[in-house]
Nanobody, 127 residues
Framework: QVHLVESGGGLVQPGDSLTVSCVAS????????????LGWFRQAPGKGREFVAA????????HYVDSVKGRFTISRDNAKNTVYLQMNGLKPEDTAVYYC????????????????WGQGTQVTVSS
């Protein structure tokens, strides 16, 4: 059984930095972690789930929503089955529950295309 578990969320002030992590388990055999593209999505209260960033299986290509370009960095460590989202220059509008997701194929900006999801970690940016 596949599990994705996020951690690292919290309450920070505007301008601060925060890194959230997601560890995957249960991806074995032909479905090893390194075969999956990974994405981060977020959902603010009263809003739909929004694509934030994605990284392809090899880690050599990344994609971001325009609102976080230059501030957020997605990375992965296939040896640790972990994907990271480093967030710098945080703004109040970044406040949301952040979810990681995995897809056995090309990356996607559409949540419906992802195969597995974590439970989410809350990030709150407030003074």
């Amino acid at each position: 059984q596949v599990h994705l578990v996020e951690s690292g969320g919290g309450l920070v002030q505007p301008g601060d930095s925060l890194t959230v992590s997601c560890v995957a388990s249960g991806l074995t055999g032909s479905r090893t972690f390194s075969r999956y593209a990974l994405g981060w999505f977020r959902q603010a209260p009263g809003k739909g789930r929004e694509f934030v960033a994605a990284i392809i299986s090899s880690g050599t290509d990344t994609h971001y929503v325009d609102s976080v370009k230059g501030r957020f960095t997605i990375s992965r460590d296939n040896a640790k089955n972990t994907v990271y989202l480093q967030m710098n220059g945080l703004k109040p509008e970044d406040t949301a529950v952040y979810y990681c997701a995995a897809v056995a194929g090309p990356y996607s900006t559409y949540a419906r295309n992802y195969d597995y999801w974590g439970q989410g970690t809350q990030v709150t940016v407030s003074s």
